[in-house]
């Protein structure tokens, strides 16, 4: 691939398009110095278009190079404001680094901007009930659910998009076997939803298992039954 795209190069120079696949070609196969360039030339040559941004964002990220990074998701954000990737993946970072307070005013503050409408601003009320977690903040669930409630309360059509990102969202956890997390979701689309045999049955399956999970870890701090009951309790989870 690098090769063909060397010879397009050759041939259209001044084509942006190209020089950005030749910095995917160049990354795949560790030629990464060669990439940033391929990258830095697509941008010069079109500094409109977020995806050049992002790739190379994405490559300074793989170099552990997080304020490169940052810097060029941010670049890309303000190309296109309205696209919810850009700012998942500067939150994400600012994640990996343990910011969790520029994650959440990152994302808090996109969430607010009018363009933001529709079920795209349930991604974003997601990642803020994700970030919370990570946080382990009580105060932030608060804030993020009541984003959920709030939106949810605009009709018919927002409560069912706000149902449909959550109650996958604690699928996703519950089979990560993250049940606290995933229970307290449940607990907000319950009160969104009390009547939604999906919801119910969800939210009883992660109460099951979170507290067989929690009967486990109390077994385990008794060495002498722990080994007798283990095989009981696992046969039980499963």
Known sequence: GHALYQQLREYFPQDDVIHNYNGIALDAIGEYTSAIQSFERAIA????????????????????????????????????????QYVNRLANVYMRLDDYDNAWQLVEKALNKPYIEGKGKMLYIKKLVE??????????????????????????????????????????????????PALTIMRTLKQIAPHDDDVNELYDNIERKLKIEEEIELLAKDEEIFGPLRYRAYLYYY
Do not use: T
């Open 45 to 84: 040559l079109n500094d409109e278009e977020p995806v050049y941004y992002m790739n190379l964002a994405m490559l300074y990220e793989d170099l552990e190079d997080m304020q490169k990074a940052i810097r060029l998701y941010k670049q890309a954000i303000l190309v296109a404001p309205k696209d919810f």
């Open 131 to 180: 970030i919370a977690i990570l946080m382990s903040s009580s105060f932030e669930m608060q804030i993020a659910f009541k984003y959920v409630e709030k939106f949810a309360a605009q009709g018919d059509e927002q409560r069912n998009d706000a149902l449909e990102v959550l109650y996958n969202f604690s699928l996703e956890l519950a089979r990560e076997s993250y049940y606290k």
